[in-house]
């Protein structure tokens, strides 16, 4: 949860082609939640090959986060780093992101060089995914595309071109953010659809 997710292309420059915040998930095969899904009905042609970096501290800059971790570390001089990651993130995510630090997991806090907190800062506010691909039909949640709006009646959801032709929900060229727009979409369409369909 809280957490920011920043895509840049695939090419040299890094230009960033989506952001948000809100909540991800982590699944056995990828990622998901409200912002993925977000980002695939927006800039789905270009998500392929380039990087996903999750910020999971969106809330500290990286002074503040610096900070944090002095005093984490500091309290827990004597633990490892495999026991004290879980104070700063998930405990399923801890070991990846030491791996991603390059710290190994049985180093003691007390012997995190300045370097070492740097680059654990660093996958902390720029966790790096490569986007290798997309989950395809049979996992698709929203469509994408369909019959264009300016071709239909929206006071009967009828087509301007073949009369008794109505259409409802997400046959229709609308696209709406995650978070119930898709379905207020399909509901709205389809009540006033049908109301027409039982004059």
Same mark, same amino acid.
């Given at each position: %949860? ?9 090419d040299k420059n890094n230009k ?13 095969? +990828? ?14 042609? *270009? $998500? ?8 999971? %501290? ?19 001089? *004597? %633990? ?7 104070? $700063?993130?998930?405990?399923? $995510? ?6 991603? *630090? ?11 060089t300045r370097e070492m907190r ?5 996958? $902390? ?10 989950? +395809? ?7 994408? +595309? ?27 060229d609308c696209d709406a953010l ?20 039982? %004059?």
């Amino acid at each position: %949860k809280n957490i920011s997710v920043t895509v840049s292309d695939s090419d040299k420059n890094n230009k960033i082609i989506y952001e948000d915040f809100g909540e991800m998930l982590f699944t056995h095969k +990828g990622v998901s939640g409200p912002g993925i899904l977000s980002a695939t009905g927006t800039c789905s042609d *270009s $998500l392929v090959g380039s990087t996903l970096y999750v910020d999971l %501290k969106p809330a500290l800059n990286a002074e503040q986060l610096d900070a944090r971790l002095v005093r984490e570390l500091e309290n827990g001089r *004597s %633990k490892q780093m495999k026991n004290l990651i879980g104070a $700063l993130v998930p405990a399923s $995510l801890g070991p990846v992101i030491l791996q991603v *630090s390059g710290i190994h997991p049985d180093t003691k806090a007390a012997e995190l060089t300045r370097e070492m907190r740097a680059s654990l800062l660093k996958a $902390l506010k720029g966790f790096p995914l490569t986007i290798t691909g997309m989950g +395809g039909y049979n996992e698709a949640v929203v469509t994408k +595309g369909g019959v264009r709006v300016e071709e239909i009646n929206p006071s009967t959801m009828e087509s301007r071109y073949v009369k008794g032709l109505r259409f409802a929900g997400e046959v229709l060229d609308c696209d709406a953010l995650t978070g119930g727009f898709n379905l207020q979409i399909a509901w709205s369409t389809g009540y006033v659809a049908g109301e027409e369909v039982l %004059k």
